[in-house]
């Protein structure tokens, strides 16, 4: 999730994407979302003012039942360092 004016980014991880995507929104449009900064900021420029996208996504396991947390925390570290959320610019 950027926010288009500030360049602030919001990067997660989730087996559910697109269910993650649709909580966030929702809490955000309810004004509840925990992350202030991220709601002040939704709350001045609405929907509009942000780009969600999916940046990755994992295949399909073998097996039903895999637990995919570890690849999906990887991911998460892989996307944080190519984005460079360390230098100020995240929620």
């Known amino acids: 999730m950027l926010h288009k004016s500030s360049g602030r980014v919001l990067v997660g991880a989730s087996p559910d994407a697109p269910a993650r995507l ?12 925990p992350n202030k900064a991220l709601q002040h900021d939704w ?7 942000f780009e969600l996208e999916v940046l990755d996504v994992l295949p399909p396991p073998k097996e ?28």
């Open 64 to 91: 039903p039942d895999t637990d995919l947390s570890d690849d999906l925390e990887t991911l998460l570290h892989l996307w944080t360092e190519k984005l460079d959320i360390d230098s100020g610019v995240s929620y």
């Open 22 to 33: 649709s909580r966030i929104q929702a809490q955000l449009e309810m004004s509840s979302h």
């Open 43 to 49: 709350d001045a420029d609405g929907r509009e003012g």
